[in-house]
């Protein structure tokens, strides 16, 4: 699976959580390990249910940003997905 493919997959995913009412707000977030060094992240402070495969955030493992548009950070959850990783 591809990169796109991969970000077109959490959006469809974080629209659905949202749909359902498991998440309210900016409630919750996704993250994908694409590689032992490199995920993908819904961004800090969004609603799920307007996240689009741009408005995803690439990180590394320290849980720095490698590519997001500016001023799109990860959540602070990041570091307990990366934990459990």
Request: with cysteine; glycine share 4%; proline share 5%.
């Amino acid at each position: 699976m591809n990169e796109k493919e991969i970000k077109n997959q959490i959006c469809d995913i974080c629209h659905k959580l949202w749909q359902l009412g498991w998440v309210a707000a900016n409630d919750g977030n996704v993250s994908v390990k694409i590689d032992d060094d490199t995920f993908i992240t819904t961004p800090t402070g969004m609603s799920k249910s307007f996240i689009t495969p741009d408005k995803l955030v690439k990180i590394n493992s320290k849980a720095e940003i490698l590519e997001a548009k500016p001023g799109y950070r990860p959540s602070s959850e990041i570091k307990m997905h990366l934990k459990c990783y």
